[in-house]
């Protein structure tokens, strides 16, 4: 468990201090996949290297299964960052060794034996699909390849925390999708804690199971993703769900179930999936709110679509829909949330 | 003056001092030439790493006064021209090695004048890594030894040899110059016989031999820096 309490950070610069942590409270239970996401400047760096004391915090605790990281000594807290590790945005791979050594690298840190450390690390090459690069440099990798060589890397102290800090903003979606697929196996097959930071709304939708907004420094919003998502109340997760409309909340029907369809770069074009829907499963949605973009050959945003309350029509519908790559659809009728997490969705 | 450089007794006249003279000359250009470098190398090597690694912000924070002293120390030793400084170091070199004449003699000054700037030009090269690099070691767990000798000397080889080829031939440059007081080698050469004897095309050859080891360092250099920069994309693996 990681509790964060009271935590505050400034930065003092040339002409102003920045206050780019304030008062931030939050509890991260083991096991869990938790979002913050936010905007930028809004923070989740900052929170992020906090959690290891890449950045000192100014005031307040980290609090990391009851050890309070603040409080330990130099060496203590190297132990420490074996066993809370981390991913970044730019991969960050040491360019001059290959991927085996890159991977060995954390356990010559540790003065793990060569022939331990080198069959953990074929292992892990393994665990992250690429156990035919052993021998190839970073430079010869495309990004997810490599994101994927950092998550070895990553893993190869045992840890018990993962931190990754837009680990996946560099990653064309269908990477993006394989790369939080990666990530979310290794949370449920090694019980890893992860905390992903991101900007993007899909990147929560898709992998975690809480989520905290971050607005300016504070926690504007903090709770299970459905509940989050579904009935956003502050202005900064309005802001993030309806990007389009922050007022406009969609009010469903009474009686009306509503499913969240969050479209990551798929294929499809919007308004034929519903259509053909229709035609196919005879199931007629009512869009209560879209707002989608095509980018490139890909569709972004999310819709929120109205159907009957039927368990069988809505099941139906989740799996028509989801059958699309880059479409993640979520219940989000408010008694459904604890289920859906329990189910593992 | 150099009308008749090529009469054919000048042209023999070269060819019998070129055959007795210029095979130690060479020789002993290549080893005060090498010699230096390493010399300089040992010393200026930490000292760059220092310089980088004892910043502020640094993996290893120094005294701020520790830094300025060291930046200022290099700064003076590197404005001195090399011909005071190998007069004003005479009294060191006669202590290291016993005598101010001579090539192990010119070895000492040669040394000095290069070690700063090898410390300026290591610390260039490891200003050039990526910050973030730095972080991910340290996000690991790695102690500041640990972030020198693992990270930020491994991944800054190809800079540091395209440096160490730039100081090697400027250091080379330096050994004929020492000829000049007391060292040996193919600078000593082009002295004696150039300009105090006449003798243009002996100069001449001794010039063409230090040109030609410069290419020689540079293309060697050149090679390993290429040859070692994982980055480089085209150099594919082979299994
Ligand atoms: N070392 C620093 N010195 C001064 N200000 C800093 C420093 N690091 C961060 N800040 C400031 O703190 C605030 C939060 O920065 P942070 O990097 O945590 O944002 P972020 O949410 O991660 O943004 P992004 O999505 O762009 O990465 C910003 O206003 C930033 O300018
Ligand atoms: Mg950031």
Same mark, same amino acid.
């Given at each position: ?345 | ?78 404005? @001195? ?5 190998? =007069?004003?170091? %005479?009294?060191?070199?006669? !202590?290291?090695? /016993?005598?101010?004449? +001579? ?57 540091? @040899? ?5 100081? =090697?031939?400027? %250091?080379?440059?330096?050994? !004929?110059?020492? /000829?000049?007081?007391? +060292? ?56």
């Amino acid at each position: 468990m990681i509790e964060l309490r009271h935590l505050s950070k400034s930065f003092k610069t040339a002409d102003a201090t920045v206050d780019a942590l304030k008062d931030i409270n939050l509890t991260i239970h083991s096991g869990d996949i938790y979002g913050i996401i936010g905007m930028s400047g809004a923070g989740k760096s900052t929170l992020v290297r906090c959690i290891n004391m890449l950045e000192v915090p100014t005031e307040g605790d980290v609090i990391i299964d009851g050890v309070n990281v603040g409080e330990l000594d130099t060496k203590a807290l190297r132990d420490l960052r074996r066993g809370v590790t981390m991913i970044f945005q730019g991969f960050n791979l040491l360019m001059q060794r290959n991927c085996l050594d890159n991977i060995i690298f954390p356990l010559e840190l540790a003065h793990v034996d060569k022939e331990t450390a080198r069959k953990r690390a074929l292992e892990l090459l393994e665990i992250v699909g690429l156990p035919d690069k052993a021998q190839a440099y970073p430079s010869q990798l495309s990004g997810g390849q490599q994101q994927r060589i950092a998550i070895a890397r990553a893993l190869a102290t045992d840890p018990k925390v993962l931190l990754c800090d837009e680990a996946t903003s560099a990653l064309d979606p269908k990477t993006t999708h394989q790369i939080l697929e990666l990530i979310r196996d290794i949370n449920r097959r090694l019980s890893i804690t992860v905390i992903v930071i991101t900007h993007q709304m899909s990147v929560v939708e898709e992998i975690c199971n809480r989520v905290a907004i971050l607005d300016d420094g504070t926690v504007a919003e903090e709770g299970t993703v459905s509940e989050v998502f579904a009935s956003p109340k502050s202005e900064a997760a309005k802001r993030l769900v309806y990007p389009d409309s922050a007022e406009s909340t969609p009010a469903a029907r009474e009686g009306e179930r509503t499913l969240r369809v969050v479209f990551n770069g798929s294929a499809v074009t919007t308004s034929p999936l519903i259509a053909q829907m229709a035609m196919d499963e005879h199931i007629a949605a009512n869009i209560l709110y879209a707002s989608t973009r095509t980018i490139g050959d890909g569709v972004y945003g999310n819709m929120l679509l109205g159907f009957p309350d039927d368990d069988e029509i809505v099941a139906r519908a989740t799996k028509y829909l989801t059958a699309g790559t880059g479409i993640v659809v979520m219940e989000t009728r408010p008694e459904e949330q604890e289920n859906r997490k329990e189910k593992g969705e | 003056m150099f009308t008749n450089m090529f009469a054919p007794e000048k042209v023999s006249e070269a060819v019998d001092i070129f055959l007795s003279d210029f095979p130690l000359a060479l020789w002993e250009t290549l080893y005060a030439t090498v010699l230096s470098t390493l010399f300089a190398v040992l010393l200026g090597l930490p000292l760059g790493i220092l310089l980088v690694a004892g910043e502020k912000n640094g993996v290893l924070p120094l005294p701020s006064w520790v830094l300025k002293t060291l930046n200022v120390v290099i700064n003076i030793l590197r404005s @001195i021209p090399f011909l005071i400084l190998m =007069i004003l170091v %005479i009294p060191v070199t006669r !202590a290291l090695v /016993g005598t101010s004449i +001579g090539t192990m003699a010119s070895v000492v000054p040669l040394s000095i004048a290069a070690f700063p700037f090898i410390a300026r030009l290591v610390e260039s090269s490891l200003r050039e890594l990526n910050p973030n690099i730095i972080e991910t070691a340290q996000s690991m767990g790695a102690s500041p030894l640990q972030i020198i000798f693992k990270v930020m000397i491994p991944e800054s080889v190809p800079s540091l @040899i395209s440096n160490f080829t730039i100081a =090697i031939t400027t %250091i080379l440059g330096y050994t !004929a110059m020492s /000829g000049i007081i007391g +060292g040996g080698g193919l600078g000593k050469i082009a002295i004696n016989y150039g300009y105090y004897r006449y003798k243009y095309l002996v100069m001449m050859v001794a010039v063409i031999l230090l040109v030609v080891i410069v290419q020689v360092f540079q293309a060697v250099g050149t090679y390993l820096a290429v040859k070692l920069d994982k980055r480089i994309k085209t150099r594919r693996h082979h299994q």
